[in-house]
């Protein structure tokens, strides 16, 4: 389950661009989620059609693996981007009290609060009284973080960043310069095989303190990126040679897991993509460091291009994304349960439940804005 993207807002002097792509992949969370629904694998509250071997749950398990291979890498390295700034201004300890208001709370309300409604809202499918699974569920002092994960990832984050953000992040105010393609390759080949070695203890799906570690190998690695790029400006002037080199990367790397995974029978390549010594999990490790480094890039240079400036819509939505964030897993599960009756192709209904989802999230959260007291958290 898988921003900041919507977590760390950028203060004054607002980047147009972030904000856009920011917004945008909030909203690619939604689907993703919703996809999960309807026949991709992944961790989610209802699961209406089950993934089998059929050409539309083929589709949105790869529409899925796609996503993420990126969109939760972007969003640690804009946590990462957005970090060194307001520490150098505000100081250690106010940050880290405003990192725990805007992360804590939201934390807090959704697992103890959204968290298990979500859970009690996907079990009225089966047949189980929503308030009557809520009241046990809180009974149990049950936590439910879903996609708060990723604040708590930043949490745990906030005391190693306070410690070495002078040395790594600030760079004694020295400009660095963008990083060359051999120190990106590099980069890209020891994430994926941290990313098998992890995965050998922890497959993808294995949560330890509520954290999948298998992901983390790059999650570290972006956020790292984009604190020590934040002063020298490398998200706002990527040179864009070394972009087009990249999203070719992408391009041709993009093809590879999912031949390796239909073939991989065939030619007698035997196990899991999500972890263990096999060689389609080495696959999968390596595979995704070489698509995200392409389509991070490349989707950061294309809204450069074209989002210098936000209409009215696009700036209501970059102002409520932390917001469709929080509060999107009720709303997908509550959309797709109300026509969960209704005979309909896989594909069909998840565009119809994700289109549904979207605009009812950017409704509800523009409402939520309008409360004084969660403007200052959202």
């Known amino acids: 389950m898988n921003a900041s993207a919507p977590v760390d807002v950028p203060c004054p002097g607002r980047d147009r661009a972030i904000d856009a792509l920011r917004a945008g992949t909030t909203l690619l969370v939604v689907l993703h989620h919703t996809a999960i629904n309807y026949g991709a ?3 989610w509250y209802t699961h209406e059609i089950a993934t089998d071997r059929s050409p539309s749950s083929m589709a949105l398990v790869f529409f899925c693996t796609l996503n993420q291979a ?16 307001p520490l150098q201004a505000k100081g250690h300890w106010r940050w880290l009290r405003d990192r725990l208001l805007r992360l804590g709370l939201p934390l807090l309300v959704y697992g103890f609060v959204i968290g298990p409604a979500t859970i009690a809202l996907a079990q009225t499918a089966n047949g189980r009284p929503f308030v009557d ?27 190693p960043t306070m410690a070495l953000h002078r040395p790594l992040i600030i760079g004694n105010g020295l400009t660095q310069p963008h990083p060359s393609n051999r120190a990106m390759l590099a980069a890209a080949l020891g994430t994926g095989v941290a990313a098998f070695a992890l995965r050998l203890a922890w497959p993808v799906g294995t949560e330890v303190a ?15 990126v984009g604190g020590i790029g934040s002063m020298s400006h490398w998200l706002e002037d990527w040179p864009r040679e070394q972009v087009r080199t990249w999203r070719r990367i992408a391009w041709a790397a993009l093809p ?12 007698g390549l035997a196990g899991r993509a999500e972890g263990g010594f096999s060689v389609l999990a080495a696959v999968y490790a390596l595979w995704e460091p070489l698509v995200a480094f392409g389509v991070i890039l490349g989707l950061l240079q294309a809204c450069r291009e074209r989002f210098a400036t936000l209409g009215p819509f696009g700036q209501r939505l970059a102002r409520r994304a932390f917001a469709i964030y929080v509060i999107h897993p009720p709303v997908v599960v509550g959309v797709s349960l109300a026509w969960r009756s209704v005979a309909a192709p896989a594909l069909l209904k998840f565009a119809v439940t994700g289109a549904v989802a979207c605009a009812l ?16 958290i959202l």
Not at 258 to 263: C, N, S
């Open 256 to 267: 590879v897991l999912p031949l390796v995974a239909l073939l991989g029978p065939r030619w």
């Open 70 to 85: 990126w969109f939760m890498g972007l969003f640690f390295l804009l946590a990462g981007h957005y970090v060194a700034g």
């Open 361 to 376: 999230c950017y409704l509800v959260a523009g409402a939520l804005l309008r409360v004084p007291g969660l403007r200052r």
């Open 210 to 224: 509520g954290l999948q570690l298998g992901y983390f190998a790059s999650y570290l690695l972006l956020y790292t």
């Open 41 to 43: 694998i992944g961790g």
């Open 133 to 159: 699974t809520l009241l046990g569920l809180w009974s149990r002092g049950v936590f439910e973080k879903g996609p708060l994960w990723f604040a708590w990832a930043l949490l745990l984050l906030a005391l």
